[in-house]
């Protein structure tokens, strides 16, 4: 009976005992919205009704260089989830569908094998599947209530209200009913930034915005109150963030400061003070990516941090050396190519264009709905812009260079001065990209077409085709891309040299280059002539466009028409993306454009759309 009685006591302190252990790691909520910038009043902005998002600041730590990887939200979305860069997993498009490999999982389920209860209420949009084991639940009755008591817990809960679409007039409404008439913005205060036009239609939408944000607010407070009623408030860090900037035209989708800076703000308890990087109320200047999002997560739950994780874990027993830089892409946005990468400090933000020919910025089909981009666009068609207004539909230089602290939007480049000063700013931060790229293995250097089809071919995935120099010749491919954005009339020869190399992307990117130069010279002709007759479609679109900028449309558009015939959805939008910039000159394609559309995983959808659009505009002229 004693030795009976000794074991009940041993097993009756072990069960007891486990709580205790769970108690001391602490709960973790992520309070996460769409589409906003820093656009508080705790980051000084006297516009701004945020008292409770305000109040959280104070009793919080307010990060001053939190910033996403791209300016939209699945791109992000996947960088958040897996601690690892879209651009190496394949997921850099907006939007896609990839297939991740076995070995990278979304740190969630980390966090599920060591105890913690997980929950998502509700959005993902990670351009990926995600495993079965990723969350206890995911949807919009997910709720860390829903743990066992002894649990601790991480959950998510995205606010949609703020999203880009939600500034539209008819779903603004429904929002501005939750507000008062004095929380309720005038438009005629709203501040416009210097890149809009100021015409009543963007301070409408500006306004609107506001308004959101508001509602947004009251949101916030709900959630914390549901904490605090139920006696977790001081056993919890609360983390508040948004995935992106601002969702108005020229601010969402881009790579400038708007669309990069979030808000973040990170509230530690009593209980878990030692684990804050400074006091209640203070500020933290420490440069945060959403890459370093997923391992700090694991790092404050004391969870070990997967080795393939890019991020460094900026809070917990893990906490990494504050990084240097932090680094931001820009490729398929919805309808239209381009290949932008970014890196920046606490103090400058250096852009490499390496489609430079392209605008700064196209409207894709989404973001017309919005009033503030058809005011936009009708007064760039009506010549009643100024410059800063109207260089988004320019094309850009080779490279930019922003100081953020004297002009954080991003309005004035530095290179455009030629100062000499600057130089060793882009030579370091050059170099820093450089080196980024071939660290993590970038496959937005490899277009969408050859990315999938070359993973398809030898049957793995794209983050597993990007580890393999033998599949992916990225250094090699690295070089041409830097050489192909320089727009540079000397380097012709340079260019049409790689025409001659066995690496179809290194030929394209050839392409690319003389398409930048656009230099009409009988050398330069001759060779797209021949590259019209290259083995990969891909090449000849390029070649196509590239005659299409020498006044050779005649000879571009049998090639054109081809590749609206494509199996391959890519490769039909690469085609579309050409028909769409020599406007009228597309005429002759029409039919194949409505005949182009198709059904199937993105960019599907996106091609549809063009393949609608496009010709309705060439039939009525209408912008």
Request: proline letters at 6%; aromatic letters at 10%; hydrophobic letters at 40%.
């Amino acid at each position: 009976m004693r030795h009976s009685a000794i074991v009940a006591l041993l097993l009756f302190c072990q069960f007891t005992a486990a709580p205790v252990v769970a108690d001391e790691r602490p709960n973790i909520l992520w309070l996460t919205c769409e589409d906003i910038s820093a656009d508080l009043g705790c980051y000084g902005v006297d516009y701004a009704t945020t008292p409770q998002l305000d109040q959280l600041a104070s009793e919080s730590i307010r990060y001053n260089h939190a910033v996403g990887i791209t300016g939209v939200c699945a791109v992000n979305r996947s960088c958040l989830i897996t601690g690892m860069y879209s651009s190496t997993i394949g997921t850099q498009d907006m939007r896609s569908t990839v297939q991740l490999p076995s070995s990278i999982r979304c740190f969630p389920e980390y966090m599920r094998n060591a105890g913690y209860y997980c929950t998502n209420s509700s959005k993902k949009d990670y351009n990926f599947k995600e495993s079965a084991e990723t969350w206890d639940e995911s949807s919009g009755k997910a709720h860390w209530r829903n743990r066992n008591s002894d649990q601790p817990f991480f959950a998510v809960f995205n606010y949609t209200g703020s999203h880009e679409s939600q500034i539209w007039e008819k779903n603004h409404r429904k929002h501005a009913a939750k507000l008062s008439a004095e929380e309720l913005h005038d438009p005629a205060n709203a501040p416009i930034p210097p890149f809009h036009p100021d015409t009543p239609e963007v301070r409408r939408d500006w306004a609107n915005y506001h308004d959101n944000i508001t509602a947004l607010d009251k949101w916030v407070a709900s959630h914390l109150t549901d904490l605090q009623e139920a006696g977790l408030a001081e056993e919890t860090i609360v983390f508040f963030y948004s995935d992106h900037g601002a969702g108005m035209p020229g601010v969402k989708k881009s790579i400038w400061n708007g669309g990069l800076q979030v808000p973040l703000l990170i509230r530690f308890p009593k209980k878990y003070q030692h684990l804050s990087p400074g006091s209640r109320g203070s500020t933290c200047d420490r440069l945060v990516s959403f890459v370093d999002f997923a391992p700090t997560a694991l790092s404050l739950g004391g969870i070990d941090i997967p080795g393939n994780m890019q991020g460094v874990a900026f809070l917990g027993a893990d906490a990494g050396t504050p990084r240097d830089y932090t680094f931001a892409i820009r490729d398929r946005m919805a309808e239209y190519y381009d290949t932008i990468r970014v890196v920046r400090d606490k103090r400058y933000q250096y852009h490499r264009n390496f489609m430079p020919h392209l605008p700064w910025m196209r409207f894709c089909s989404y973001t017309l709905t919005m009033p503030t981009a058809r005011v936009w666009l009708q007064m760039h068609e009506e010549g009643r812009l100024n410059e800063t207004q109207d260089r988004i539909f320019r094309s850009k230089p080779a490279e930019e260079l922003y100081d953020l602290a004297a002009d954080p939007h991003m309005v004035h480049n530095l290179l455009d001065d030629r100062r000499t000063e600057f130089e060793p700013v882009v030579h370091r931060m050059r170099e820093a990209l450089r080196a980024w790229q071939l660290e993590t293995r970038d496959l937005g250097l490899l277009p969408e077409s050859e990315m999938h089809g070359r993973a398809e071919q030898h049957g793995v995935t794209p983050h597993e085709l990007g580890q393999s120099e033998s599949w992916y010749p990225l250094r090699k491919i690295q070089t041409i891309a830097w050489l192909a954005g320089e727009r540079d009339p000397a380097k012709l020869d340079l260019l049409r040299s790689f025409f001659r190399d066995d690496e179809p992307v290194v030929r394209w990117w050839a392409t690319i280059g003389l398409i930048a130069v656009q230099a009409d010279d009988p050398k330069t002709r001759s060779a797209l002539e021949a590259q019209l007759k290259d083995p990969a479609l891909l090449n000849r679109i390029a070649a196509a466009e590239a005659l299409c900028g020498l006044g050779g449309v005649d000879r571009a558009m049998p090639i054109l028409i081809e590749a609206l015939q494509h199996p391959t959805p890519y490769l039909r939008l690469r085609a579309m993306n050409v028909l769409a910039g020599i406007g009228q000159q597309a005429q002759p394609a029409i039919a194949a454009m409505r005949k182009a559309r198709m059904k199937g995983q993105q960019p599907a959808d996106f091609l549809s759309r063009m393949c609608v659009y496009l010709p309705a505009q060439l039939e009525t002229e209408t912008p």
